[in-house]
């Protein structure tokens, strides 16, 4: 089955320092990803995706995500953080063989501090 | 366009009580799903449908039931409540070539 995993449960950053959020997939055929953000109450919402073709892709406020597919990551990253990006970070996957379900990784909270 | 529109957005029940969570969406979706959302464990799938009158289990489906009659409503039913299910519920559509697009939760806790 597939699996997504996380690599941080909680980041703490002080506003302006640099982020990247690890995330790694299990499923070794061809697959979708993306990152979601959830503001604290709120829905998860799309921060970018990838289906093909450039590995770096550029999603909003500043996030870009790279995929690496020898190595099964799509690591999320910000050059510079602010305080409006305290939030929780969902990486997630789908596939063909997997009937187009989203599985999701245990999500990374990211603590930005003023 | 409204998009995905989850009622309630809170509840709480008693346990063995039952209910129905809804969930309607305007944006010609084939596929709708159903998760959960625990602290610290990200989304779990409970069920979801790729078309009117089809429906599947997700990961977590034990507790709940799902029917799928039109294209744009996926209500989620729990009969006989328990603590277990507190949880926030979200539900999501997609094509299947896109993202998912989410409702924004129900959140339900079972006293």
């Known amino acids: 089955a597939q699996s997504v995993s996380q690599h941080n449960h909680h980041v703490i950053l002080s506003e302006a320092a640099s982020l990247e959020l690890g995330c790694n997939y299990s499923y070794g055929g061809t697959v979708n990803l993306f990152w979601y953000v959830q503001y604290p109450g709120q829905h998860l919402q799309l921060l970018l995706k990838y289906f093909s073709g450039d590995p770096l892709v550029k999603g909003i406020k500043g996030f870009e995500a790279e995929f690496i597919k020898s190595k099964f990551s799509f690591n999320l990253r910000k050059p510079s953080v602010q305080w409006s990006d305290t939030a929780e970070y969902f990486c997630?996957?789908?596939?063909?063989?997997?009937?187009?379900?989203?599985?999701f990784g245990p999500g990374t909270r990211l603590s930005v501090l003023p | 366009n409204a998009g995905v529109t989850q009622t309630p957005k809170f509840r709480i029940l008693k346990i063995g009580q039952s209910m129905t969570l809804q969930c309607a969406q305007d944006?010609?979706?084939?596929?709708m799903y159903w998760y959960r959302q625990d602290p610290g464990m990200g989304l779990k799938l409970i069920y979801y449908s790729v078309g009117a009158g089809i429906t599947d289990k997700g990961e977590v489906p034990n507790g709940y039931n799902v029917s799928r009659s039109t294209t744009e409503d996926f209500p989620l039913r729990l009969e006989l409540a328990a603590p277990s299910q507190t949880s926030v519920y979200f539900c999501?559509?997609?094509?299947?070539?896109?993202?998912?697009?989410f409702g924004q939760g129900t959140r339900l806790t079972v006293v």
């Open positions: 997630a996957v789908n596939a063909d063989n997997y009937g187009q379900n989203f599985v």
């Open positions: 944006m010609n979706h084939n596929y």
């Open positions: 999501a559509t997609g094509t299947g070539n896109t993202e998912a697009f």
